[in-house]
């Protein structure tokens, strides 16, 4: 009787772990992403990010986001200004190459999605929220970020022209791995 009592508990116990158990898909950041930046005097794109995504909108519980961008990848499509930004006066690329962002929370909103986590960039780590949505294999969102709040330039001289809250818009496609 125990050993019969024993198999249909374990059966149970697989049949159940079966329809609760919902696998994260990785995913696998390809070509043409894109993260542009703008505010008032100051405006480009970052050319090189890496990342970890797993996601599945079906168990947002089990997912999560990892990504990494290059500071020295900043382009604003004017040499001297890309100098600028990676000089120790705004990101200082040589002492902070990447700005990360960790997620630690993702959920369903009305427009698509919300990742919570922690963005870090010129060694300052803060809490944000980004929406995004994800349609045919493409993660999109658009966010701003209050540069003052990282500690990215000053209010002194040129600097006090460029506005302090950054808009960014990201897109990146993706494949399963």
């Known amino acids: 009787m125990k050993k019969l009592s024993y198999a249909v508990l374990v059966g149970a116990t697989m049949l ?3 329809f609760t158990t919902i696998k994260s898909i990785d995913w696998q950041i390809t070509d043409g992403y894109s993260i542009k930046f703008k505010g008032t005097k100051a405006e480009g794109i970052f050319k090189t990010m890496t990342g970890n995504i797993s996601f599945n909108e079906n168990d947002l519980s089990a ?10 990848s900043i ?5 001297m200004k890309n100098r600028h930004a990676k000089s120790d006066k705004w990101f200082d690329a040589t002492k902070y190459p990447t700005i ?3 997620s630690s929370k993702i959920s369903k909103s009305t427009e698509g999605y919300l990742v919570e986590g922690t ?12 929406p995004f949505t994800f349609i045919s294999n493409l993660f999109k969102g658009n ?19 460029v506005s302090n809250e950054i808009a960014l818009e990201i897109a990146v496609p993706v494949t399963k791995k």
């Open 63 to 72: 997912s999560k986001f990892s990504v990494a961008v290059e500071v020295s």
């Open 143 to 161: 966010f701003s970020v209050n540069r003052m709040d990282f500690g990215v330039g000053t209010m002194d001289g040129m600097s006090k022209k």
């Open 100 to 102: 990360t962002f960790i």
């Open 75 to 79: 382009n604003t499509g004017n040499g």
């Open 16 to 18: 159940l772990s079966a």
């Open 119 to 130: 963005l870090e960039m010129h060694g300052v780590k803060k809490q944000i929220a980004i």
